[in-house]
Each structure stands twice: as structure tokens, then as C-alpha cells.
């Protein structure tokens, strides 16, 4: 299978080009391959932001509250205790 890719120009200050080239060598990238795992890494991160956020706007927090405060169960273990 093959990728379909598109080019770009891409202009960079000359201090962020230098640090990408070197951080790119020290993670044995390419600098375009680099760039491409630092985009595909922050489009995730953003995606995953949107995602909580949605599933946050769907909760129901009187059901929440009801699952939390009802009778029974155990206590919490010591290494789930939050100290104060």
C-alpha cells in the first residue's frame, strides 16, 4: 500500500531549523520524517483532548454521584487513599 503524501513549502526560523536538525539526528529521523511524528503526535494529543471534552459534555453527573455515594462495597485500599 502506498502513501499518498503532498509537499509544502515550509518556512522555519533559523533557530528552529538548527534545533530541529539536531534533535532529528539525535533521534536517527530525518528532519521531514521528524516533523511528520511531531505533527501526527500533536493532532493525537488534540483529538484526544475533543474526545474527553465530549465525552465529559455527555455525562450524567447525578448518575455519577449516585454510582460514588452508594452503600457497600469496600473501603479503599491504602495505595488508593489520597493523603492530605
Known amino acids: 500500500m502506498t502513501t499518498r503524501v503532498a509537499t509544502f513549502p515550509l518556512r522555519l526560523p533559523v533557530s528552529l531549523k538548527a534545533e530541529l536538525e539536531k534533535l532529528s539526528k539525535r ?8 516533523l511528520v511524528i511531531a505533527a501526527a503526535e500533536k493532532i493525537a494529543a488534540m483529538e484526544t483532548e475533543e474526545f474527553f471534552a465530549e465525552r465529559r459534555r455527555r455525562a450524567d453527573d447525578e448518575a ?14 491504602p495505595e488508593d487513599r489520597i493523603e492530605e
Do not use: A, Y
Open 27 to 34: 533521534d536517527g529521523t530525518s528532519m521531514n520524517q521528524f
Open 64 to 77: 455519577f454521584l449516585r454510582i460514588l455515594n452508594r452503600k457497600g462495597g469496600e473501603e479503599p485500599r
